[in-house]
């Protein structure tokens, strides 16, 4: 499946950013999907995931209660929207997808998912 994201971009701290992942080339309905992110120095982590449903959705602590995940399986896309924006949050995004039978279920590991878009470039200024 290719992905490709968008939404990114530079925002002040306490702002917010929508940012949309849309898929092709394969059926969408069948992936669980992910965000990742990446700051310069450090390794990718984990910030989001919901389920080939769309009923189940995790999140990383740091960005609990600020983020929302949500997928929209009519037009192959997945969003990550961003509240209450820190400088800490700068980072490049990343969404991610792969197969599970259970609709039920999103990994929550970089390892457990085999697509990834290119990336897109979040900044939060202080």
């Known amino acids: 499946v290719l992905l490709v994201e968008s939404g990114g971009g530079l925002v002040q701290a306490g702002g917010s950013l929508r940012l949309s992942c849309t898929a092709s080339?394969?059926?969408?309905?069948?992936?669980?999907m992910g965000w990742f992110r990446q700051a310069p120095g450090k390794e990718r982590e984990f910030v989001a995931a919901?389920?080939?449903?769309?009923?189940?959705?995790y999140y990383a602590d740091s960005v609990k209660g600020r983020f929302t995940i949500s997928r929209d399986n009519a037009k192959n896309t997945v969003y990550l929207q961003m509240n209450s924006l820190k400088p800490e949050d700068t980072a490049v995004y990343y969404c991610?997808?792969?197969?599970?039978?259970?609709?039920?279920?999103?990994?929550?590991?970089?390892?457990?998912?085999?697509?990834w878009g290119q990336g897109t470039q979040v900044t939060v200024s202080s």
């Open positions: 991610a997808a792969e197969t599970y039978h259970n609709w039920a279920y999103a990994p929550t590991s970089a390892a457990d998912f085999g697509s």
């Open positions: 080339g394969r059926t969408y309905s069948n992936y669980a």
């Open positions: 919901v389920s080939r449903s769309g009923t189940n959705t």
